[in-house]
Antibody
Framework: QVQLQESGPGLVKPSETLSLTCTVSGGSMTNYYWSWIRQPPGKGLEWIGYIYYNGNTNSNPSLKSRVTISVDTSKNQLSLILTSVTAADTAVYYC????????????WGQGTLVTVSS | DIQMTQSPSSLSASVGDTVTITCRASQSIRGYLNWYQQKQGKAPKLLIYSASKLQGGVPSRFSGSGSGTDYTLSISSLHPEDLGTYYCQQAWSGPVTFGPGTRVDI
């Protein structure tokens, strides 16, 4: 059974860059899409973007200018970079798998809380 | 972007009750509607996909229906472990969007 695990700094200063990694174990990244989704404390879910195992990406237009998603299938990892962060980017960040571009998120990581604060 | 709304925003029910949650999209999403359950401090879990298909391992007391813009999630014979927040999500057009959630208390 596939498992996803997010990792990265829990605290980022305003205007700096947030960088997270999701490590996939128990399965291959091949033929799957991989998304980043975030959830501000006490609020709902926001889709950030996805990457296909071959490197094709798609991002939420609301974040597109600040988001980079990459994949390293040799390491079974995907990464998220979010630039110029503000307090509004404070959230639990999840990685999730979906079998097709029609996003049905069938496996999720446990999430990692990132706080933006000086 | 397609806007998703859910009703009610919260509900309280008893063990054994049947619970129904409604999700409405701002335009037709042609059945590309998924339901997730999130328990406190945990990641969401897929329950229903494509409006009515039960994800493997999910108890059969969960069911989904709907078409066009209107969808429902039903939980028959509510169990204590069903408490949590339920989200709908559309995957038809534009960026993926989620509903605001329905909190279910037992």
């Amino acid at each position: 059974q596939v498992q996803l695990q997010e990792s990265g700094p829990g605290l980022v200063k305003p205007s700096e860059t947030l960088s997270l990694t999701c490590t996939v174990s128990g399965g291959s990244m091949t033929n799957y899409y991989w998304s980043w989704i975030r959830q501000p404390p006490g609020k709902g879910l926001e889709w950030i973007g996805y990457i296909y195992y071959n490197g094709n990406t798609n991002s939420n237009p609301s974040l597109k200018s600040r988001v980079t998603i990459s994949v390293d299938t040799s390491k079974n990892q995907l990464s998220l970079i979010l630039t110029s962060v503000t307090a509004a980017d404070t959230a639990v960040y999840y990685c999730a798998r979906h079998p097709s571009a029609a996003e049905v998120f069938d496996s999720w990581g446990q999430g990692t809380l990132v706080t933006v604060s000086s | 972007d397609i806007q998703m709304t859910q009703s009610p925003s919260s509900l309280s029910a008893s063990v054994g009750d049947t619970v129904t949650i409604t999700c409405r999209a701002s335009q037709s999403i042609r059945g590309y509607l998924n339901w997730y359950q999130q328990k406190q401090g945990k990641a969401p879990k897929l329950l229903i996909y494509s409006a009515s298909k039960l994800q493997g391992g999910v108890p059969s007391r969960f069911s989904g229906s709907g078409s066009g813009t209107d969808y429902t999630l039903s939980i028959s014979s509510l169990h204590p472990e069903d408490l949590g927040t339920y989200y709908c999500q559309q995957a038809w057009s534009g960026p993926v969007t989620f509903g605001p959630g329905t909190r279910v208390d037992i």
